[in-house]
């Protein structure tokens, strides 16, 4: 049984991504998720442990999930919501991200939660405000939040309760190069001690990866076999530059979570999608709707986690410096 020291401290401020964090940084999250998910089930579903905090949703990107799993957390903990979307405010007028979060911070918010096209925006926002940042999405470098829910469905699925996920192996399929899905995971996933094998075309799949410690294969069929679980990702479009595979046909044919295919895999194994789905180019249908399918369970897992992280950042303490 895997134990979170009995004198950790959450430490953080921020989370900008689950790279800088700790196996018990990430085991503190998912723990306190797991105590939020009740909250959910009750008939009044408000709890009072953000009652005077403000949080700021600052996207710059488009979402559904996301945005909306934010809000929803922040208001069953009774915090007040500002929702601030890039389409149809100021910056059509030239306002830099840091203006736009300036001015929204002088309004007196405790935590700005931001998606945003850049990698990096939303570190480079935390040294910028007073206030807690969260990254919703930040380019294609991480999304941790939904790494954490994929972890906390998998870890629930699996009955990790200890979230120590030794022997678990988990396949990421698609496109990982522009996938900040993909890095969050990878990162979350190896600090918990599951073996991550990344799938995809040559295109979509940097050799760096190998380095982090993830097996690379480009063979679909040959992994499905072996895993726990597949987390089949969308082809990012509106990312890639240039033709990254031949058509999309052919890209469904080596990638896409077919039924058929998917009948090789472990009785036990999920199929997992962060959303939103390309029915057809890498999951079909029958997959999606199919009975190892978890993608609501991960949206209603999200709620959770995301309740978890938005209690911890905006309550983190400085830690103590160890008495000698
Ligand atoms: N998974 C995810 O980030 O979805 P949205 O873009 O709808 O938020």
Same mark, same amino acid.
């Not at 049984?1 to 979170?4: A, E, K, L, S």
């Not at 990430?26 to 709890?47: H, M, N, P, W, Y």
């Given at each position: 049984?895997?134990?979170?020291p009995a004198d950790y401290r959450w430490p953080h !401020? ?22 939020? $998910? ?84 939303? $570190?480079?926002?935390? /040294? ?62 190896? !600090? ?68 058929? /295919? ?63």
């Open positions: 049984m895997t134990q979170i !401020k921020h989370l900008l991504g689950l790279e800088g964090l700790s196996a018990d940084d990430l085991r503190f999250i998912l723990q306190t998720a797991r105590g939020f $998910e009740d909250v959910s089930t009750r008939s009044v579903k408000k709890v009072p442990v953000l009652r005077g905090k403000v949080m700021a949703n600052l996207f710059f990107e488009d979402s559904t999930r996301t945005r909306m799993s934010f809000e929803l957390a922040a208001n069953r903990m009774s915090a007040d919501v500002l929702n601030f979307s890039s389409k149809g405010s100021s910056v059509s007028k030239g306002e830099t991200l840091t203006d736009t979060a300036r001015t929204i911070e002088a309004m007196g918010i405790d935590v700005c939660v931001l998606r945003h096209h850049l990698s990096g925006a939303a $570190e480079q926002l935390s /040294r910028r405000v007073k206030c807690s940042v969260v990254n919703a999405g930040d380019g294609q470098h991480e999304h941790p939040t939904q790494g954490l829910l994929d972890i906390f469905t998998l870890c629930k699925r699996f009955n990790r309760d200890d979230f120590d996920m030794t022997g678990l192996t988990v396949a990421i399929v698609g496109d990982i190069a522009h996938s900040r899905v993909a890095r969050s995971n990878v990162h979350g996933l190896l !600090k918990l001690g599951a073996q991550v094998i990344l799938v995809g075309p040559p295109t979509l799949l940097p050799r760096s990866f190998a380095d982090l410690g993830c097996e690379l294969s480009h063979h679909l069929d040959s992994v499905i076999p072996r895993v726990d679980a597949i987390n089949t990702l969308r082809v990012q479009f509106e990312r890639i530059s240039g033709q990254a595979f031949p058509s999309l046909r052919e890209y469904a044919t080596f990638y896409g979570l077919t039924a058929r /295919r998917l009948a090789n895999a472990k009785p036990t194994a999920l199929v997992m999608h962060p959303g939103p789905m390309n029915r057809g180019v890498e999951i079909d249908s029958a997959v999606a709707d199919g009975p190892r399918s978890t993608y609501l369970e991960q949206v209603a897992n999200g709620l959770a986690v995301r309740m978890a992280v938005l209690f911890l950042v905006t309550n983190a303490k400085p830690v103590e410096p160890a008495t000698p």
